[in-house]
């Protein structure tokens, strides 16, 4: 199973900073096959990110995503108040297991 | 427009079953594979199964390989989850999801979720 180690485990920044969150997988991912979710308290995660890079639709594009093999990095580059949630990343290139998360919050 | 909406969900005893639902509409529901993900309260995103557009291929996390089945209904438009001998760390969430068209082990849509108890 590939365990994917997301970091930090809180963000703690203003709007209009850029966040910067990562996404460490324990062996490679194939292909790139690594997404990226938002969820919001009380709300249904929503894709942000697919192939490590592709964004879903009706995706800002202030949202971006990078890397390959076991490094993988989601980008906000400039917070929005409605950006300040938590941020799962999903590989599936090998069965299906997403990270622990990180949460993003207003400093 | 995209709707999922889950059903089923509620408190069980240890080792009963349970079976949930997933009512598609909005979309194309026989041309898309569907997921389930469960989240248990105040953790992060598990998944749980996946089923093919058609239904010949299913594939299933470890921790419920066994237990729990995946099916669908194309003339109804309907997932369903089949949840046996559960236990208490099945307690969670049950979200269903629709395959994303192109990466379709990513959740592109995804329903407002069901919560399953098990307790004693």
């Known amino acids: 199973e590939i365990v994917l180690t997301q970091s930090p485990g809180t963000l703690s920044l203003s709007p209009g900073q850029r966040a910067t969150l990562s996404c460490r997988a324990s062996?490679?991912?194939?292909?790139?096959?690594l997404a990226w979710y938002q969820q919001k308290p009380g709300q249904a995660p929503r894709l942000l990110i697919y192939?490590?890079?592709s964004r879903a639709t009706g995706i800002p594009d202030r949202f971006s995503g990078s890397g390959s093999g076991t490094d993988f990095t989601l980008t906000i580059s400039r917070l929005e108040p409605e950006d300040f949630a938590v941020y799962y990343c999903?590989?599936?290139?090998?069965?299906?297991?997403f990270g622990q998360g990180t949460r993003l919050e207003i400093k | 427009q995209v709707q999922l909406v889950e059903s089923g969900g509620g408190v069980v005893q240890p080792g009963r079953s349970l079976k949930l639902s997933c009512a598609a509409s909005?979309?194309?529901?026989?041309?898309?594979?569907m997921h389930w993900v469960r989240q248990a309260p105040g953790k992060g995103l598990e998944w749980v199964t996946v089923?093919?557009?058609?239904?010949?291929?299913?594939y299933y996390a470890d921790s419920v390989k066994g237990r729990f089945t995946i099916s669908r209904d194309n003339s109804k438009n309907t997932l369903f989850l089949q949840m046996n001998s559960l236990k208490a760390e099945d307690t969670a969430v049950y979200y269903c999801?629709?395959?994303?068209?192109?990466?379709?082990?990513?959740?592109?849509?995804w329903g407002q979720g069901t919560l399953v108890t098990v307790s004693s």
């Open positions: 999801g629709r395959g994303h068209h192109t990466h379709t082990s990513t959740v592109s849509y």
């Open positions: 909005g979309f194309t529901f026989s041309s898309s594979a």
């Open positions: 089923m093919s557009h058609d239904g010949r291929h299913e």
């Open positions: 062996q490679s991912v194939p292909s790139s096959y």
């Open positions: 192939g490590a890079s």
């Open positions: 999903q590989q599936y290139g090998r069965s299906i297991t």
